[in-house]
């Protein structure tokens, strides 16, 4: 069992699979959320986690810092759901 990525300015919510990233989650759902290297070296896909609990796979030290980690940005390619998420959308740029 998952858990639910619901996201209040687009009023939707996904479920996340069990070990399942919340970009890959969110992509899987038409949910576009900005990204780029899929690995956590860029940090494209850094995004503020306003309510729940994550697990932060490797990343570089340099795309999400201790200081950013602290005000609670996460790295949307490498954490994944260790209970229900509340997050922003931001528009992915074209």
Do not use: Q
């Amino acid at each position: 069992m998952g858990f639910k990525i619901h996201f209040p300015d687009l009023n939707r919510s996904v479920e996340a699979e069990e070990k399942e990233t919340i970009l890959d989650s969110s992509l899987n759902a038409g949910i576009d959320l900005e990204y780029s290297c899929r690995f956590g070296r860029c940090g494209a896909c850094k995004i503020l986690l306003l309510s729940g609990e994550v697990e932060h796979l490797s990343h570089g030290k340099f795309s999400l810092t201790e200081e950013e980690k602290k005000e609670g940005y996460i790295l949307a390619c490498r954490s994944v759901p260790l209970s229900d998420l509340i997050l922003p959308w931001i528009k992915k740029k074209v």
